[in-house]
């Protein structure tokens, strides 16, 4: 259920700090630009956290407009809706994590690790 609906520059105070560069480069996915066309979008904000960023100059009545980027408002997660670059985020991921892993490492190490290398 979406609790609130931010329109144009007010958005930029929703973003978290760590999913600002993500955002960025789903915009630029897009072929949009994070700052001239931040105008035209909304933030729909759910009850559970849940954001999504719509481009809405192709609102119609049913559809929201185009999905830009899908994030949790603490910072949590995030959704590319171009499997490409998230895919690759998890193959570079996979490669940190196996050289991370070739020497002996504690279980403080190992979440010290995913907490600065994992991203979702």
Known sequence: ???KTIIGEEIKKYIPANRLEDVTLSFQDHKLDFEKDLHFCDLQISNRG?????DTRNKRFNFNGTLIATFQIDGSS???TNS???DQRMKDYKDK???FFKAKRTASEFAK???EHFRS
Not at 50 to 54: A, N, Q, V
């Open 1 to 3: 259920m979406i609790k």
């Open 50 to 54: 849940t954001c999504w960023l719509h």
């Open 78 to 80: 995030f959704f590319f």
């Open 84 to 86: 490409k670059r998230g």
């Open 97 to 99: 994590r196996r050289e």
């Open 113 to 115: 690790f995913e907490k």
